[in-house]
């Protein structure tokens, strides 16, 4: 929804054509490529309506998430994005598939896998490059880099280093929509590695005794770092975790399965309290720059999910067989990507880095950066202005 209205200028060169004999807005019934499995709760109905517009949008934003993120992975072998940086490709279905059935005023929080997710949210490539690279005009403004994207006006509160530590800090937002009566929800994500995180349980049990409009989101790609779930967890059903909370499996490749759920999980968080989904996706990098991601897996393993599961290439195939556009005209809006990626990039490159004294702003501790000198420890220095 929000990458969708953005950009919708720039589907119109490549898509005009077959929009122009196609209304953009007329429903298609597709059903996903996997059923639903419930824990305490019917499962919704495989049958999802979507539009020619909408399976255009998500191929498109999903192709641009897509990219940005493996030019992030090229930026951090340059060196020019420093310290942990997480990417999200293969991922892709989950943030656009929850965009499409919620709006802005709807919450996001997430650990530190939060690039696309930023995106979605209304984000600019600008931004998320400049912040990668430290530098002023990035949406943390150059301090929190590629863990600590933030877009508090769109509702997204933030990628979170700390292993689980969202959890509860999303169930606050969710107490301040139930408090304010606004009919919004708040989704949590976390990954499988987080899984059995006490907080998370914690947290669980005081959404569930206050009824808070908390959808919690396990993106389970199926390593947490580079242990696979089988070995970190009993139950890796993580969606069954809730006990007294309902559950929900997801194909998390499946961008309108995504869309379904939570559109469900949303509805049921409103009436009912919390709900949990756990998204079935997969990781194509290693859990972090420094992971290659091939030590604890098999590249067979990761060249199949590519061929029978990939997201991107499940909305391609969409858009083929319901003769929405060519495969020329798809391919021509890759390049498209790829040239405003390129600008992005090149932009952000030329936008300078904080002043250090922004080492001393947005911060809760009063004095922070003086000394204190002398015996008597009175003599009081600033380090910086």
């Keep these: 929804m929000a990458l969708t209205r953005r950009y919708l200028h720039l589907l119109r060169p490549v898509f005009s054509a077959r929009l122009l004999t196609t209304a953009s807005t007329s429903p298609i019934s597709i059903e996903t490529s996997l059923p639903f499995t419930g824990h305490n709760i019917d499962p919704p109905s495989r049958s999802v309506q979507t539009s020619p517009h909408e399976l255009l949008s998500f191929f498109r934003d999903m192709a641009l998430m897509r990219r940005m993120e493996i030019a992030a992975d090229s930026l951090y072998k340059a060196k020019l994005i420093r310290g942990f940086c997480h990417l999200y490709d293969g991922q892709e279905a989950v943030a656009i598939g929850m965009e499409a059935a919620i709006t802005r005023k709807d919450c996001i929080i997430t650990a530190y896998r939060d690039h696309c997710l930023f995106l979605g949210r209304g984000g600019t490539l600008l931004e998320a490059f400049a912040e990668l690279m430290g530098r002023k005009d990035g949406c943390s403004k150059g301090k929190g880099g590629s863990m600590h994207f933030y877009k508090k006006e769109s509702g997204f509160y933030g990628g979170h280093g700390i292993v689980g530590a969202q959890i509860p800090l999303g169930c606050g937002l969710a107490f301040a929509q139930k408090y304010s009566k606004d009919d919004n929800v708040t989704f949590m994500m976390y990954g499988d590695g987080a899984a059995n995180q006490g907080q998370l349980f914690e947290a669980l049990n005081m959404a569930a005794l206050w009824d808070l409009p908390a959808i919690l989101v396990c993106e389970n790609n199926h390593y947490g770092m580079g242990t696979a779930e089988w070995r970190a967890a009993k139950s890796p059903s993580y969606f069954k975790r809730g006990d007294y909370v ?117 911060v809760y501790v009063k004095g922070l950066g003086v000394e204190a000198f002398g015996a008597d420890r009175k003599e009081l220095r600033a380090v910086l202005p």
Excluded at 248 to 262: H, N
Excluded at 306 to 335: G, N, S
Excluded at 336 to 357: G, T
């Design 246 to 362: 309902p559950g929900l499996k997801v194909d998390g490749m499946d961008a309108l399965a995504v869309k379904q759920a939570c559109k469900f999980a949303k509805e049921h968080a409103l009436k009912n309290g919390p709900i949990i989904l756990e998204m079935d996706t997969y990781r194509y990098h290693g859990h972090s720059m420094s992971d290659p991601g091939s030590t604890y897996r098999t590249r067979d393993e990761i060249s199949g999910i590519r061929q029978e599961r990939d997201p991107v290439e499940r909305i391609r195939k969409l858009i083929l067989a319901h003769d929405l556009a060519t495969e020329k005209e798809m391919k021509d809006t890759e390049k498209e990507i790829r040239k405003e990626v390129d600008e992005a990039i090149a932009k952000a490159k030329e936008i300078p880095s904080p002043d250090p004294a922004e080492l001393f702003t947005n």
